[in-house]
């Protein structure tokens, strides 16, 4: 049998078996809008992630009731900060060709930090690169911008660019000054009466982040480095508590899960679809998505959804 074949053949077999038992609860006087919100994927070539993406998205698209749209939260491809050009494209050409053959619902797109190009580079940094950092991804992926918004029914969706380089090393998680004011003016300029979901790929609030090591400092204090949680979280809250509007922030990038109600605002860090990356559970959390319900009236619920990934 021909590894394309196989591929799609396993993935439909297995996903249809695992579909989740539970209904989801029907919450009277209460219209929703569902999706399926896809983080940290981290597609490579391989039989384990190229299977198990291929039935996390079959696995969505089964579900019933059915969901709106998938929103992808970041991560995409394995890596690509570090990697040259040519096996850069490899994995882009893999994501985008997958998503072509699997997945029938309409995709948003987020950027996560390992689908920036070659800021991880040490030689020969390809900074004149017409592709060089975040153009690549979203050339490939046709966004509109690095961040943007959309509306669906009586809900604003507001996808922002957590991933800012450190011209130091490595990468600073917060908004660059002209993502900041656009994203204030966007929450200005917000269609009246819609209340406002906020995407990211690295949490803005997150106890996650303090777990990610899973252990502490030699003196006791949990370690949330600037890579993991927002830097610009106490300027961030300061906007958000002039729009009330504002009821739900979303994420992934740290492969864990947490919920939290922080001023009004729940904050769902979603886990990982590959996991461990691609390696079983990260820490105590399985390979996952999650099923993000928002009701006309700005409340929300957040389901995790578990599936085996094949090994």
């Known amino acids: ?43 490579k070539p391989g039989l384990i992630p190229e299977t198990g993406t291929a039935k996390a998205l079959h696995h969505v698209q089964q579900l019933k009731p059915k969901v709106d749209f998938i929103i992808n939260g970041g991560d995409a491809i394995m890596d690509s900060l570090g990697a040259d050009k040519q096996n850069t494209e490899i994995q882009w050409n ?30 020969d940094r390809p900074e004149n690169d017409r592709l060089y950092g975040k153009v690549w991804v979203v050339e490939t992926l046709e966004m509109k911008n690095r961040y943007y918004s959309f509306t669906k029914g009586n809900w604003h969706f507001i996808v922002l660019d957590s991933t800012q380089l450190n011209p130091a090393g490595g990468y600073i998680a917060k908004l660059d000054t002209g993502q900041l004011d656009w994203l204030q003016q966007e929450l200005a300029s917000a269609p009246a009466g819609k209340f406002i979901c906020l995407v ?37 809250k300061k906007i958000f508590l002039k729009f009330p509007n504002i009821r739900v922030c979303i994420s992934g990038h740290i492969h864990l899960q947490d919920e939290i109600d922080y001023l009004g605002i729940k904050y769902y860090c979603n886990g990982a679809v ?38």
């Open 94 to 123: 893999l994501f985008k060709g997958t998503l072509q053959r699997e997945n029938s619902l309409p995709v948003y797109h987020c950027i996560g930090n390992h689908d920036i190009w070659g800021w991880f580079i040490k030689q």
């Open 274 to 311: 590959s996991g461990n990356w691609w390696k079983g559970a990260f820490q105590e959390f399985e390979p996952a998505y999650a099923i993000v319900e928002l009701f006309d009236n700005g409340t929300s619920k957040r389901t995790m959804i578990k599936y085996e990934q094949t090994n």
């Open 1 to 43: 049998m021909k590894r394309k074949k196989f591929l799609q053949r396993s993935a439909a077999v297995i996903g249809s078996s695992l579909l989740p038992s539970f209904a989801f609860a029907k919450e009277t006087g209460k219209k929703s809008l569902r999706f399926a919100h896809l983080t940290d994927m981290h597609l």
């Open 200 to 236: 990211s790929h690295i949490p803005i609030l997150s106890i996650c982040a303090g777990l990610f090591f899973d252990k502490t400092e030699s003196n006791g204090d949990l370690k949330i480095q600037r890579n993991l949680m927002h830097t610009d979280f106490i300027q961030l």
